[in-house]
């Protein structure tokens, strides 16, 4: 075994546990949308003027656990992800994250100092800009990792920051969209993370590409399209408070298709006794739950057909076979959960189990595209090598530490 | 011919402009039909301290003959005569619920939101016309009072805890004096002086709904209007 493999099966165990944090992440986040928590602190980046990591932990209740647990936790994932584009860019990364976290670090200062609306901002910039000068400060000098993995790396920096961002913001500018956003982006950066420690790691490079149809990568891709569409649609309903706007499945208030007209609404209204503050629904909360539900029916369907079809076109033991079924079982899973979440009455639990299943679906789908994509080595030399002029460019991995 | 209408209308706008006169209104608001059933909360370990029986939504509170409370009973249109407004409204958190769950205030009239719990909330209003903002302050400390005001009419502001979801309250802003809500029996009694005219009185319920009723006073009237909502 040589350095080099053994760094990068650190790399990719580092990327791994980058992936799972986010995961966790995502499902505390869950949590605190469906136990309403989402503005439980009213200040950020401070917690109840605090300083958000001295918090009190008498301060600890209701939903200000949950909020405050999701950004306590959003900090150490970022931290992580900062490191791992570090190491994804090897050295040569260091010059460009020193000018980042110095401009962010001075860029933070400025904002602290201006408008009182920026300051919240400001602190978060000179936060982040101290833990890039930081990456920017370790000394090894590994080389960077190979192909398009510190492109990827980089994705990861800037998304990572643009998430905390958007959840800060979503709280000083009681901005709903933003929570929109800031959760579908949590599922494609989990997503990116997963791809990084499955593109640096051994198994990916020992893995013979077998030719998959353009039949069977459509259907892949519409299914993988599918759950995106599925997750806005979920993260939508989410975060327009309006609780559960259909309350029976699989009928939905008695009848196969609900009616939507102002009457109706009303008397819908007039039924539903929330417990929590959840606003009145709209016709609008109707009709995206019906929607999520036949897009759980399409996704479902095209899932199954495309894992079918995975089984019939490769071999036993073939990653891609295994991986699409594994899928299925994954979307029926997450289509019972679906109906669990009518049937509970949108229960806290169930509601964020079904958003932590959701993000599963995203990457297995998302991997499934991957392995459907693969090219052979040669090929994938051949196109290195049409693209990149310098004939010296070794041709095996080095990203290990320089000795 | 376009005179006779705008005569008209001129006539009508000083008859309702013109206090010549002030009205007592008063009235019942009653439930028609059977409410769902109310929820029971699960407190958490906190608040659960503070209450040794249990306690339900207060989406419907219904008397044993029907009389519903926390409808919001208001004028629909600006009477003349309004007087400025002299007291200061309290919105209070007790035993982590909002008190009252519905009332008050009028346009830009202060008022305050209290925390007489032993333990931390947040007060978050959510209204949702232009100019009304949205805000979120924390309470963390019992005693804490913050002031806050509203420059435009809106029925109803919803006011929630997102620390405790289960709290939530609703103030309704007017830009006159003419509005009550109903009480434990369901009536109401409106301000006096209210000037002799023709007005819309409207009782809205946020899950029952709105019933309106054309009412048209003259000096030193009594008048009583009562309403019937419904739960279906």
Redesign the interface.
């Known amino acids: 075994m040589t350095v080099a493999d053994t760094s990068s099966r650190w790399l990719t165990r580092y990327a791994a546990l980058c992936a799972v944090a986010t995961l966790g992440l995502i499902g505390i986040g869950g949590l605190v949308t469906s136990r309403g928590a989402g503005l439980a602190v009213p200040d950020w980046p401070t917690s109840y003027g605090y300083n958000m990591f001295a918090l009190p932990i008498r301060f600890w209740q209701g939903g200000i656990f949950y909020e405050h647990t999701h950004r306590l936790w959003a900090s150490v994932v970022g931290t992580l992800v900062v490191f791992l584009s570090r190491w994804l860019g090897g050295h040569r990364a260091r010059r460009p994250l020193a000018l980042i976290g110095l401009t962010e670090l001075l860029a933070g200062l400025a904002l602290v100092a201006g408008p009182p609306d920026l300051k919240g901002a400001g602190h978060f910039l000179a936060g982040i800009g101290g833990v890039v000068l930081l990456a920017a400060a370790v000394w090894a000098r590994n080389e960077p990792a190979p192909g398009r993995l510190p492109t990827l790396g980089w994705a990861a920096f800037w998304l990572v920051q643009l998430q905390g961002l958007l959840g800060g913001l979503r709280v000083v500018w009681l901005a709903d969209e933003i929570g929109v956003f800031h959760g579908v982006l949590a599922q494609g950066f989990l997503f990116l993370l997963v791809a990084v420690a499955v593109l640096s790691s051994a198994w990916w490079r020992r893995l013979s590409a077998a030719t998959v149809s353009p039949a069977l990568r459509r259907w892949l891709g519409v299914a993988t399209g599918l759950v995106v569409l599925q997750l806005v649609l979920g993260a939508t309903m989410r975060h327009r408070h309006a609780g559960l706007a259909v309350p029976d499945f699989p009928l939905a208030y008695g009848r196969v298709w609900p009616r939507t007209d102002p009457e109706a609404i009303a008397g819908y209204n007039r039924q539903r006794i929330e417990v929590h503050a959840a606003r009145p629904i709209a016709a609008t909360d109707v009709w995206l739950h019906m929607l999520h539900r036949l897009g759980a029916a399409a996704t479902l369907l095209t899932v199954t057909a495309a894992a079918w079809k995975a089984r019939r076109a490769l071999a036993p033991g073939h990653p891609l076979r295994r991986t699409a079924l594994a899928w299925l079982a994954l979307v029926a899973t997450q289509f019972a959960l679906g109906a669990l979440t009518v049937w509970t009455n949108k229960a806290a639990d169930v509601a964020t189990a079904h958003v932590v299943l959701g993000s599963l679906a995203l990457v297995t789908g998302g991997l499934t595209c991957l392995l459907a994509g693969r090219r052979s080595p040669e090929a994938a030399a051949n196109a290195r090598a049409a693209s990149d002029p310098s004939p010296d460019r070794p041709a095996r991995p080095a990203w290990s530490a320089a000795t | 011919m376009r005179t006779a209408p705008i005569l008209t209308t001129a006539l009508l706008t000083t008859a309702t402009a013109l206090p010549l006169g002030a009205a007592d209104i008063y009235g019942r608001v009653t439930l028609k039909g059977t409410?769902?059933?109310?929820?029971k909360?699960?407190f958490?370990a906190?608040?659960g301290k503070l209450h040794t029986k249990d306690a339900f939504?207060r989406?419907y509170v219904v008397s044993p003959d029907g009389g519903l409370a926390n409808v919001f009973v208001y004028i629909k249109e600006t009477p003349a005569g309004s007087k400025p407004p002299t007291d200061t409204p309290v919105l209070d958190q007790v035993n982590c619920f909002y008190e009252p769950y519905v009332m008050g205030v009028r346009t830009n009239q202060p008022f305050k939101i209290k925390n007489s719990d032993p333990?931390?909330h947040?007060v978050?209003a959510?209204p949702k016309v232009a100019g009304n903002k949205?805000?979120?302050?924390?309470q963390?400390v019992q005693g804490m009072v913050t002031e806050k005001s509203f420059p435009n009419r809106e029925v109803l502001v919803?006011f929630?805890?997102?620390?405790?979801?289960?709290?939530?309250a609703y103030v309704g802003v007017l830009d006159h004096q003419w509005f009550a809500v109903t009480d434990k029996d369901g009536k109401f009694k409106l301000p006096g002086d209210l000037p002799a005219g023709t007005y819309t009185l409207v009782a809205y319920h946020?899950?029952?709904?709105e019933a309106t009723q054309q009412i048209t006073v003259t000096a030193s009237d009594k008048k009583e209007v009562n309403f019937t909502l419904?739960?279906?």
């Open positions: 409410p769902p059933p109310e929820k909360i699960e958490d906190l608040c939504t989406h333990l931390m947040n978050h959510t949205e805000f979120n302050v924390g963390p919803r929630k805890c997102d620390v405790h979801p289960w709290m939530f946020l899950k029952a709904g419904a739960a279906k």
